[in-house]
């Protein structure tokens, strides 16, 4: 069923195991136990920073696949997409499984992208049991997107840290009392902004334009929600989104308006105005908020995960930054919870 820009499931498929894998610098932060395993090099035993994030994508797979109880083999269809050029960590992570692969790219939303699509595909009967998960790596997005770290280049007070992790999870029609309601699918918002250095701002009035259509397609109000839970748009973004929505005359409690890039590094961590990267909303949802929710501490949560759709290519002909937000709804139907 749709209703506007939202995907209604009339049988909500279940998450029936998920997964977060992280770096040293995840290690220190709030969320180091949420994450069923850390790394503590940024290498990861390999020879460049794109073979190790492959490698985090490939443990969150293999430990999903192992917490739901399956071989990869009776994994049906593999959702996933990255930051890398032709998302080359997902697809070198797909030749490992040798599941059947759609890869994705929606920037850092596309963990809610993967868990949509899969959970659509789940739902209409066209699958059984779907693999999505997503993937980011600090020194290799920054050698990409910005300069290699090794160059120590200086950085503005609204520039993000990107995570070095990786979220997965396996959706099927049951197995858990974790489903997933709705979808709402975004549409590219850009207001004009140029600068690489302050994703955030840029990504806030996608994020403002998804949530607003959630609600106005469902009808429904947001005081229905533990917590809504955005990517990863840090201080600078989460402000804006902030200030955006009660100007719309949406307004969130902040006791239950949050951000992933604000939750998964401590304050002291020097990561200027939060967090982002793809792995970001990936580990934070997949790992903690999932935990809660299986603790009971959650019942209903809507992640809306964000993404600044450029390329280096795209800001060297001075393109402003097409921004994008997809959001999910996540509801805990009570009872025992086992992965």
């Not at 279940?14 to 894998?21: D, L």
């Not at 019942?299 to 001075?318: D, M």
Request: proline residues 5%; negative net charge; aromatic residues 8%.
């Amino acid at each position: 069923m749709i209703q506007g820009h939202t995907w209604i499931f009339p049988n909500p498929p279940a998450i029936i195991a998920s997964s977060a894998v992280g770096g040293p610098f995840e290690a220190q932060g709030p969320l180091a136990d949420d994450f069923d395993l850390l790394h503590e090099d940024l290498w990861l035993g390999q020879d460049s920073f794109e073979k190790a994030e492959k490698k985090l994508l490939e443990q969150a797979c293999e430990r999903s696949i192992d917490k739901a109880g399956m071989k990869k083999e009776d994994i049906q269809f593999f959702l996933a997409g990255d930051l890398m050029n032709q998302v080359i960590s997902s697809s070198f992570t797909a030749r490992t499984l040798a599941i059947p692969y759609l890869g994705l790219f929606s920037a850092c939303s596309t963990t809610v992208e993967g868990l949509a699509l899969g959970s659509l595909i789940v739902s209409t009967g066209y699958a059984q049991r779907v693999l999505t998960g997503t993937s980011s790596h600090n020194a290799a997005a920054e050698k990409q997107y910005r300069y290699p770290t090794e160059y120590g280049s200086q950085k503005p007070p609204t520039a993000q840290w990107t995570v070095t992790g990786a979220g997965t999870a396996v959706i099927a029609p049951e197995g858990s009392n974790i489903r997933i309601t709705s979808a709402t699918i975004g549409r590219i918002v850009d207001m004009g902004i140029q600068d690489p250095f302050n994703m955030g701002a840029a990504m806030a009035p996608a994020a403002v334009d998804t949530i607003e259509a959630h609600f106005r397609d469902l009808r429904c109000s947001p005081t229905e929600y533990d917590l809504i839970l955005t990517g990863d748009l840090g201080r600078i973004g989460h402000q804006t989104a902030t200030d955006l929505l009660n100007k719309h005359g949406v307004s969130l409690p902040k006791d239950r308006f949050g951000d992933c890039g604000l939750m998964i590094y401590r304050e002291d961590q020097p990561v200027l105005s939060g967090a982002s990267g793809a792995g970001c909303c990936a580990c934070v949802t997949y790992g903690h908020i999932l935990n809660r929710m299986r603790k009971g501490e959650l019942n209903k949560v809507l992640i809306v995960a964000t993404g600044a759709l450029l390329s280096p290519l795209s800001y060297q002909q001075k393109e402003s930054i097409p921004c994008i937000a997809h959001a999910v709804s996540i509801k805990y139907e009570g009872g025992k919870e086992g992965s």
